[in-house]
């Protein structure tokens, strides 16, 4: 295994000085990524950055799962279009986070793979005073929450940065339904909604087998075990609360008591072996897989849903885990948000060619719609609106639409400049206590019945 992976990255690099960035860091960024059992991990780098040294510093286990992300990065540096250029030195020992800890290798840990293990890494990286860029979900049950409270005031005891990878803020169709949210004379203001019919909805479809980086995703068998990988109702839905706070509540701060969950609930995806085999390419399901086994079919705990009440605005969010999409198609977005004036709603379906597309519904004052979208140019220039039946289409330029693995350099590009600077947004490490407080009330009680 070490041979191999040394075959597929560069020159041994001699180990960077972590800078604490207390006050910004000013040097070069140094990344570490540890343990990358899941394929974000490789999405952040996908491209490079300036300031960002190319030389980073991987430590993991041995297994598939390290290989696997060292075959996307070599993808990378070789493909034809933009090669990027990193140089890679793995350490795979079975002491790996202590010699991570130890060796210094950088100023700021990646970690993207087995969620099990998240918090845990988050609050030794925090501890060690090292910044963190990780993946969500940052927790899977109440346990690892309260690690992540831990880890979040270690960052401001320590003046470090924490921080979720939400590539969704960066979905240009979820920037529009944003800013046309704040457009008064067009949507008016949100509706309160109520249980039963929510004035927020946003539902999320995604897949087990998929295209990543232009080849077919190998997945780790520990991807369907959710005491691993978590349950969709902890994993996706980060995303969907992420967005629900991020557009009703923009650039407010939020606490934890503010959002009340009503109901949820959670349900299981069948994968037979066939299909487990096509993802993973494992002939058999692993023993840790077998109490989920009945009749020869896998059964994944992967979508849920849930009802909650955020300050005075009730929203609903729910997610769905299906094999594979269907043909020209890929996951899925919806989302409606509600306004006294009009209602703004996100469709991806065959539709639309599996492509989101926002709408604008309920009002007929064409002048109030113009004026909204007019209002863009400035930030959003090209962005315009076409008749769709009794609703309107805002029509978006091709240049916005840079697919999900782009969005992972833009979330990135965005943690840098907070690194520089030497802080968050005052809103976001409380928004991001309450989103992961707002999900684990959820998952007890999905559980209550």
């Known amino acids: 295994m070490r041979n191999l992976l040394k075959s597929l990255?560069?020159?041994?690099?001699?180990?960077?000085?972590?800078?604490?960035?207390?006050?910004?860091?000013?040097?070069?960024?140094?990344?570490?990524?540890?343990d990358p059992g899941h394929f974000h991990a490789s999405l952040v780098q996908k491209f490079m950055y300036e300031g960002v040294d190319p030389a980073v510093h991987v430590y993991a286990p041995q297994g598939d799962d390290v290989l696997e992300h060292m075959k996307r990065i070599e993808g990378f540096n070789k493909r034809a279009d933009q090669p990027t250029r990193w140089r890679t030195e793995i350490y795979t020992g079975p002491d790996y986070l202590p010699r991570m800890l130890k060796d210094r290798a950088g100023n700021v840990v990646v970690i993207s793979g087995n969620n099990a293990q998240k918090a845990e890494y988050i609050l030794s990286s925090m501890q060690a005073g090292f910044n963190v860029l990780a993946d969500k979900p940052m927790a899977i049950t109440p346990p690892d929450l309260e690690k992540l409270k831990q880890?979040?005031?270690?960052?401001?005891?320590?003046?470090?940065?924490?921080?979720d990878i939400m590539t969704e803020r960066f979905e240009i169709t979820s920037i529009l339904q944003r800013e046309l949210s704040q457009r008064a004379e067009l949507f008016g203001t949100l509706q309160?909604?109520?249980p039963a019919d929510p004035a927020i909805r946003?539902?999320?479809?995604h897949h087990f087998s998929k295209i990543v980086a232009g080849s077919p995703l190998k997945r780790p068998q520990w991807f369907f075990d959710v005491r691993q990988q978590g349950?969709?109702?902890?994993?996706?839905?980060?995303?969907?609360?992420?967005?629900?706070?991020?557009?009703?509540?923009?650039?407010?701060?939020?606490?934890?008591?503010?959002?009340?969950?009503?109901?949820a609930k959670h349900s299981r995806t069948p994968i037979t072996l066939a299909q487990f085999k096509k993802t993973t390419g494992a002939a058999a399901f692993p023993d840790f897989l077998k109490s989920d086994v009945?009749?020869?079919?896998?059964?994944?705990?992967?979508?849920?849903?849930?009802?909650?009440?955020?300050?005075?605005?009730?929203?609903?969010?729910?997610v769905k885990w299906d094999f594979e999409a269907p043909a020209g198609g890929g996951d899925t977005h919806f989302s409606v948000m509600r306004g006294t004036k009009a209602s703004?709603?996100?469709?991806?379906?065959?539709?639309?060619q599996?492509?989101?597309?926002?709408y604008i519904e309920g009002t007929k004052d064409e002048a109030a719609v113009r004026s909204a979208i007019e209002s863009l140019q400035s930030k959003y220039p090209g962005v315009g609106v076409r008749r769709d039946g009794a609703r309107w289409a805002v029509t978006v330029p091709d240049k916005y639409n840079v697919g999900h693995e782009a969005h992972f350099a833009q979330v990135t590009e965005n943690f840098l400049k907070y690194l520089r600077s030497g802080k968050l947004p005052a809103w976001e490490v409380p928004n991001m206590l309450t989103k992961y407080s707002t999900i684990m009330q959820a998952y007890q009680l999905s559980r209550a019945d």
């Open 9 to 34: 990255v560069g020159a041994t690099l001699m180990f960077a000085a972590f800078s604490s960035p207390a006050e910004g860091v000013t040097g070069p960024v140094r990344l570490i990524t540890l």
């Open 344 to 352: 703004l709603t996100i469709q991806q379906g065959a539709a639309q």
């Open 294 to 318: 009945q009749n020869g079919v896998l059964n994944v705990y992967a979508n849920g849903e849930f009802t909650y009440r955020l300050r005075d605005v009730h929203a609903l969010v729910s």
């Open 231 to 263: 349950e969709g109702l902890v994993d996706v839905t980060t995303h969907l609360v992420d967005l629900v706070q991020w557009q009703a509540f923009p650039e407010q701060t939020l606490e934890p008591e503010d959002a009340k969950v009503l109901s």
């Open 354 to 358: 599996f492509k989101p597309v926002l």
């Open 151 to 163: 880890a979040f005031a270690l960052a401001e005891q320590k003046g470090t940065l924490l921080y």
């Open 202 to 205: 946003k539902e999320s479809v």
């Open 192 to 194: 309160k909604g109520t």
